[in-house]
């Protein structure tokens, strides 16, 4: 209630008794950090946990938060924008800040990219991905072709349609049969190139091809569903192979997207350019909700010349003027300073720090791509001690599954990135 001042614990208690939290049940078993206020890579504790008041944040709140907490450039934009106005409907009505961010999005994206969806999350943005390409082959009278085909391992998000793609081991498809979307799966890519692999995809593809609306991939690295890396050469491959049978392709860059795996997409590592791709996360800088869905002009005309020449797709908060800023003031610090050699940076400080991983008891593997550090353990890491031992060192980890890993904001300093990497291996050690 307004005007009510609460203590720490007596928020915490209210949380636990009305609040859902993410994969969580209710109520709840573990009791979350209370955050304050965050600044830099610094999140400010309300109380102080195993000593610390504050945490290195080594997730970037999900991989969003690249320019850190409480930019100076991204504030200032969207204080601008909130005296001119915090949100204008869509429909009949336009903005300068959606106007620009399309702009920038087209020009930072490959060539062919030239039309503009926003949508308000990264999940919804994958479900106008697949409306687009369902819609596209409906509109060239091919409406048998209304299926997705992906590999397992896979990660598109929590609402309905992308559940179907994601890995239905790991999505657990089993509680769904029946009621998600029956999708079409190939093998979880190998990390090396195998040409082996690659006549797999293409024999899937040719058994289904004519009831297969697109391909819907993760480029270079699965994330959510496992923190794997395959080869670049396979999003080649993808590009012939759809080409080939007459299926549209869609790269999901939400969590690859801007700078991430080195490039500043990940469609970028192999030069190849989808028919449709979704951004997201680290859009807005990890300000605010918004996500965006691209298609080139062979996509957009084809819906336009179908039965139902439109996209039938319209959220409320579409276009939202604050997120817009936000994307358009994060997209200007992301360009205008040498990301590349941050990223680099970042990548070297990684591989230096993770490499004593190796001779811990219960580590499989270590991998680093980009600003992206992963440990994987050869059991099932107990979560809450692993988050334990990493909050002991001062820093902020999501561990899941057999992974800890980090996606640090890349202004993280070397520093920042040695206490990540110390406090990886001690949770390693002791998960
Ligand atoms: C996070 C994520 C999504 C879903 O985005 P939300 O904004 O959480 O809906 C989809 N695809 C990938 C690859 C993601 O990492």
Not at 237 to 253: G, K, N, S
Not at 395 to 421: C, E, N
């Amino acid at each position: 209630m307004e005007g009510r001042n609460f203590t720490p614990g007596q928020l915490l208690d209210l949380d636990r008794e009305h609040v859902w939290h993410p994969y969580g049940p209710m109520p709840a078993v573990e009791r979350p950090l209370l955050v304050e206020s965050a600044s830099g890579v610094r999140l400010r504790l309300a109380q102080p946990v195993h000593g610390a008041d504050e945490l290195i944040d080594g997730m970037s709140s999900w991989w969003a938060a690249v320019h850190g907490y409480a930019n100076p450039v991204i504030d200032a934009a969207i204080r601008d924008q909130l005296g001119r106005m915090s949100h204008v409907m869509f429909g009949g009505l336009t903005h300068e800040p959606a106007i620009r961010l399309a702009d920038t999005l087209v020009g930072m994206t490959p060539g062919p990219l030239r039309h503009v969806f926003l949508a308000d999350s990264g999940s919804v943005s994958i479900e106008v991905a697949a409306k687009m390409c369902l819609q596209y082959w409906r509109s060239r009278g091919r409406p048998e072709k209304r299926h997705l085909l992906t590999w397992r391992g896979g990660y598109h998000g929590d609402t309905w349609l992308p559940m179907s793609v994601c890995d239905p081991d790991g999505g657990m498809h089993h509680l769904w049969r029946g009621s998600l979307a029956e999708q079409i799966f190939a093998d979880t890519p190998p990390a090396e190139f195998d040409t082996a692999y690659v006549e797999h995809l293409e024999e899937v593809l040719a058994v289904n091809a004519g009831r297969v609306a697109a391909v819907i991939v993760e480029p270079v690295v699965q994330n959510a569903g496992g923190m794997r890396f395959h080869s670049p050469r396979y999003l080649s491959a993808l590009r012939e192979l759809t080409a080939a049978h007459d299926v549209l392709l869609v790269f999901d860059e939400i969590a690859t997207g801007f700078g991430r795996t080195g490039e500043l997409f990940a469609a970028d590592h192999a030069g190849v350019c989808p028919d449709v791709m979704c951004v997201g996360k680290a859009l807005t800088g990890g300000y605010l909700t918004m996500a965006a869905t691209l298609c080139t002009a062979g996509v957009a005309d084809g819906i336009s010349s179908g039965e139902v020449p439109v996209l039938a797709h319209g959220p409320t908060f579409m276009g939202n003027p604050l997120a817009a800023a936000a994307a358009n003031a994060s997209l200007g610090l992301l360009l205008e300073q040498d990301w590349r050699a941050e990223v680099g940076r970042i990548e070297s400080r990684l591989t230096e720090g993770l490499a004593p991983a190796l001779g811990l008891p219960g580590v499989r593997a270590t991998r680093v791509l980009g600003a992206i550090g992963v440990i994987q353990l050869d059991h099932n890491a107990d979560m809450a001690t692993a988050t334990r031992a990493a909050v002991r060192s001062g820093v902020w980890l999501r561990p899941f599954r057999d992974l800890i890993y980090t996606m640090p904001p890349y202004i993280s300093t070397d520093d920042d990135i040695a206490r990540i990497t110390a406090a990886m291996l001690a949770a390693a050690a002791e998960a």
